[in-house]
């Protein structure tokens, strides 16, 4: 059966009663993580604040921030509020700098994770009928299983793929005339450019129309690469494994920010070193708060991803809940190099500008003699270029021009041969660990 998923009275409620729904969920969770739980009881008395202290949406301020390590000390039931039985799917982030964080969820999470997933879905133009190839991984962390049953909530047939097995991604896409994609931008920028080597051109042979990314920054101009690749109009989305993420926040139409579902999660954004609210619109880091959660307790989450957030009395596609700006990065992925900060997500822009350049690349960073030297490995579309020695320095000097030009450091850039470097294919926060090698860290 396939439905409607515009959820009109919600999606375009007014900021006042929105923000009035938001504070009496507050109030409710935070009533309850004090009397249910050990752990947030801990923390709040420890800070000296008491549910009542709670009157207004700014009190929010009052509440600890949950450090990433605060969590990790709670693993791993500390943070759960339903009781066994009552959650009925476990899910937990990656992983890979310590303990990972797990989420717990219950049948009524499950389902508002499916509807949020479902009003995107309807958000950027999918509708029933639609075939949508889904390459996020399903499993412990949380993208490919949001999109998949937001995908069925709405009567979208939904290609559980997952990450991987490029060449039969390709072969789906055409012998099914997939109309839409979710996977993270770098690995379509890589199924794209497996396709090109075929002989194919996705734009003119397959059906696709759609395509949602997310799960790390992604500069714009991948953005018109992937719509040029393969004839899609590509929408930004936004979701964190700690809250069931995807279903978070994605574009609308008007691809100017994110939407940000207000009746499910309040987000905040504060000044990575201070900890205080920023002005409305102005950077700085999200801490998210998920108001609804039944299976676990997430208020006032220290996401470390950096971006804006901000109001519009009302969108022009007509919604009226906040809105985030693309993520930036990571204040913990940035990488200082020769006292100035750099962003994986900067290098990759400058690098779109080269068509002989592939899409993967690395940097690593070392301490020689006191003094910070970054190299810039990047690999070629095509290893015959690297034979001819006077191509190779014109177009290594001139991407370390151009990396300059966005990030103020010069690398040494060094052009290898295609797929030699570690490869981003799916996940959460994959830019950091793929693409930086902190040589400075490790010795
Ligand atoms: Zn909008």
């Not at 099914?176 to 080597?197: D, H, I």
Request: hydrophobic share 40%; glycine share 10%.
């Amino acid at each position: 059966m396939s439905r409607k998923y515009y959820r009109e009275e919600i999606e375009t409620m007014p900021k006042g009663q929105l923000q009035k729904l938001q504070l009496e969920r507050l109030k409710a969770l935070v009533e309850k993580v004090y009397h249910q739980n050990t752990f947030y009881r801990r923390l709040y008395d420890g800070a000296g604040v008491k549910p009542e202290d709670i009157k207004s949406l700014e009190d929010i301020q009052k509440l600890p921030f949950l450090e990433k390590k605060t969590v990790r000390e709670a693993y791993p039931y500390g943070m759960a509020l339903a009781k066994p039985g009552e959650a009925v799917e476990l899910h937990a982030t990656s992983g890979t700098t310590g303990k990972s964080v797990p989420v717990f969820a219950t049948k009524e999470d499950i389902a508002t994770w499916a509807d949020l997933n479902a009003r995107e879905l309807w958000m950027v133009g999918l509708r029933p009928g639609d075939i949508l190839q889904n390459a996020y991984g399903y499993g412990l962390p949380t993208g490919g299983f949001g999109f998949h049953y937001g995908a069925a909530a709405m009567g979208v047939l939904c290609i559980p793929i997952g990450p991987g097995q490029t060449e039969r991604q390709i072969d789906m896409i055409l012998d099914f005339g997939v109309t839409a994609m979710c996977m993270t931008p770098s690995y379509a920028l890589y199924l794209a450019q497996k396709a090109q080597e075929r002989g194919l051109n996705l734009a003119q042979d397959s059906k696709l129309r759609i395509g949602l990314f997310g799960a790390e920054p992604w500069p714009w101009s991948t953005r018109l690469r992937l719509e040029e690749l393969y004839g899609i109009t590509a929408y930004d989305e936004f979701g964190m494994t700690e809250f069931l993420g995807p279903g978070m926040t994605c574009e609308c139409e008007v691809r100017d920010g994110m939407h940000a579902w207000a009746d499910v999660f309040l987000a905040e954004c504060i000044d990575p070193v201070t900890g205080q609210w920023v002005p409305e619109g102005k950077d700085g880091e999200l801490v998210w708060s998920w108001l609804t959660a039944e299976g676990t307790a997430m208020l006032r989450y220290r996401s470390r991803d950096l971006s804006r957030l901000w109001w519009e009395e009302r969108c022009s596609c007509g919604r009226t809940h906040p809105k985030i700006a693309s993520i930036k990065g990571r204040s913990d992925d940035a990488v200082s190099i020769g006292g100035l900060i750099v962003f994986p997500s900067q290098v990759e822009d400058a690098l779109t500008k080269y068509p002989d350049l592939g899409v993967n690349f690395r940097l690593i960073i070392e301490r020689v003699r006191d003094l910070d030297r970054f190299t810039l490995k990047v690999e070629v579309k095509d290893h015959q270029l690297l034979t001819a020695e006077s191509r190779v320095k014109t177009l290594s000097g001139q991407v370390a021009e151009g990396v300059k030009a966005i990030c103020g450091v010069t690398p040494i850039v060094e052009l290898v041969p295609p797929d030699s470097l570690p490869r981003a294919t799916a996940g959460e926060a994959k830019t950091a660990s793929a693409r930086v090698e902190d040589r400075r860290v490790m010795a």
